[in-house]
């Protein structure tokens, strides 16, 4: 498990940001709101480690295609993904789920590269 290494003083490396859509909807801040107590602690702190420490490799971060990451966190009941981009300092984050099969279903790759494009527009 990661260890959070920065301390008070130390700037974060990235800015995140929730992907927001045209009609102003924020659907990982929404899920993660559905999110029981412990797994949204989980998964704040884990963002919080690769805010501050990216660029950051497995067993955290893995990196699933060109310009997309996805942040893996281990939460009561699986283990939760949160799909993201970076776009200079931004942390742009595109999708969250809770994975239940060993390979990432298509349809939530596919929904995170629709929302890829339309940040990097």
């Keep these: 498990m990661y260890q959070n290494k920065y301390n008070v003083f130390d700037e974060p490396t990235l800015t995140v940001y929730f992907y927001q859509s045209g009609s102003g909807a924020e659907p990982v801040r929404d899920w993660l709101c559905e999110l029981p107590k ?44 949160v799909l993201f981009t970076v776009a200079d300092d931004q942390m742009v984050l595109l999708h969250g789920f809770v994975k239940k099969s060993p390979k990432t279903p298509a349809d939530d790759l596919l929904i995170a590269r629709r929302r890829m494009r339309e940040v990097q527009q």
Excluded: C, N, Y
């Design 38 to 81: 412990a797994a949204r602690r989980a998964i704040g702190e884990d963002m919080k480690t690769v805010q501050f420490g990216w660029p950051l490799g497995m067993p955290l971060v893995r990196k699933m295609e060109k310009g997309l990451w996805e942040v893996r966190s281990h939460v009561p009941g699986g283990i939760a993904r």
